[in-house]
Every structure is written in structure tokens, then in C-alpha cells.
Antibody
Framework: EVQLVESGGGLVQPGGSLRLSCAASGFTFSSYEMNWVRQAPGKGLEWVSY????????YYADSVKGRFTISRDNAKNSLYLQMNSLRAEDTAVYYC??????????????WGQGTLVTVSS | QSVLTQPPSVSGAPGQRVTISCTGSSSNIGAGYDVHWYQQLPGTAPKLLIY???NRPSGVPDRFSGSKSGTSASLAITGLQAEDEADYYC????????????FGTGTKVTVL
């Protein structure tokens, strides 16, 4: 069974740091591009970051650029998101999602169950 | 602020048909990029519902259908059921944005 399991969320003060992890199983992790997507309480989905299968290509949403770092360890089947200089507006459930490659427009499947990050003093 | 606009909510009685629009522009849907749809049941993670504008993954009931025309896409639910009450999001690609994957604003479907 293809599965993604996030961990590492919690309560952190503004300006603090947190590292999220996403453990993948049931598929060849090193062959897939991966993403982080977040959802603030009561709000919609917001794409956060992308990493290619090898880790050589990375993109970030403008809202997190310069503060968040995405990385992966293909030997450990794991995806990471290092979050620094956290702000109240970063409070959200963070999902990791596998990107399915196509000729035109990729989609996300599956998604992890999510991990909640709360930034508050 | 998302570049794909959806109605905040739609509702219908059991058995009825509802549609959700996803309106984009010439840099995303109108540029020919495909649209995908996700269903998010209360308290759960999003799940792929429709891919490539109109294709259903295995296990998705055929009462869900998708279409695309011009700068918009639509998701239709026919024979609405109580378990369809959820949030629905469209997703596509936008050539003007860093990273390029974009989600719609989301639509809450309520079964009356």
C-alpha cells in the first residue's frame, strides 16, 4: 500500500524553528517528485514547496521563500521541511504529497494524513 | 490568493445534481493545462477525485464527473449522497508562478 506519514508538528513560538518529516512506503520513493501543501485552520489548500526526484530542483511559494527548506533522503525514503523564522500565519496542517508525472499537468496522489504546526506565544 | 476561483459553497438535496466551477485564466486552465479535483472529507486529508480533467481513479463512483472548457473547469456530482458532503478543490498549473502548482479556493458541498 502506498503510504505517506508526516511527523514533527507541534507548538512553536514566533521566530522559532521546526522540522517536519514525511516517511514514504509502498512505492519507489526515489522515482517521484514530492511536495508540501498546507492548510490553515478553516482555510483552503496552499502549495508550499516542491522537490524533484533527485533533489536537484526545488521550488517554494513566495510566502515561505527564504524561511523554509525542503529536502529528501532517498536512502531513507523520507521527505523533510525545515521551517525557520516561523510566523503566526504559518499555522496550518502540513501535508506531504506525491506528485504523479504526466505529459501535461501533474497531480498529487496520495497525500499524508497531515501534521499540525501551531505558531503562537 | 489563489488564481483559481471556486464558489464558496453549493448545496443540494439527496439525489440531485450539483456542479462546482473552477475559473482560471490564460496562464493556467486557458493555456491548456489539465485540471484535477480533490475531495476532502471533514477532518481528513485531501483525496484525488478526478485527474486529467475528466478521469476517475479506481474506486471513485461514476456519479463524479469532470470537464474543462476554455479558462474554466467543472466538477459535477449526480445523484448526490450524504457522504458527498465535503470540501472540493481544483488544481492546475500556472506558468506565471514559481513552482507552478495552484489550487482553487475550495467549495463546500452541503447535502440538505
Amino acid at each position: 500500500e502506498v503510504q505517506l506519514v508526516e511527523s514533527g508538528g507541534g507548538l512553536v513560538q514566533p521566530g522559532g524553528s521546526l522540522r517536519l518529516s514525511c516517511a514514504a512506503s509502498g512505492f519507489t520513493f526515489s522515482s517521484y517528485e514530492m511536495n508540501w501543501v498546507r492548510q490553515a485552520p478553516g482555510k483552503g489548500l496552499e502549495w508550499v514547496s516542491y522537490i524533484s526526484s533527485s533533489g536537484s530542483t526545488i521550488y517554494y511559494a513566495d510566502s515561505v521563500k527564504g524561511r523554509f527548506t525542503i529536502s529528501r533522503d532517498n536512502a531513507k525514503n523520507s521527505l523533510y521541511l525545515q521551517m525557520n523564522s516561523l510566523r503566526a500565519e504559518d499555522t496550518a496542517v502540513y501535508y506531504c504529497a506525491r506528485e504523479i508525472p504526466t505529459v501535461t499537468t501533474n497531480w498529487f496522489d496520495p497525500w499524508g494524513q497531515g501534521t499540525l504546526v501551531t505558531v503562537s506565544s | 490568493q489563489s488564481v483559481l476561483t471556486q464558489p464558496p459553497s453549493v448545496s443540494g438535496a439527496p439525489g440531485q445534481r450539483v456542479t462546482i466551477s473552477c475559473t482560471g485564466s490564460s496562464s493556467n486552465i486557458g493555456a491548456g493545462y489539465d485540471v484535477h479535483w480533490y475531495q476532502q472529507l471533514p477532518g481528513t486529508a485531501p483525496k484525488l477525485l478526478i485527474y486529467g480533467n475528466s478521469n476517475r481513479p479506481s474506486g471513485v463512483p461514476d456519479r463524479f464527473s469532470g470537464s474543462k472548457s476554455g479558462t474554466s473547469a467543472s466538477l459535477a456530482i449526480t445523484g448526490l449522497q450524504a457522504e458527498d458532503e465535503a470540501d472540493y478543490y481544483c488544481q492546475s498549473y500556472d506558468s506565471s508562478l514559481s513552482g507552478s502548482n495552484v489550487f482553487g479556493t475550495g467549495t463546500k458541498v452541503t447535502v440538505l
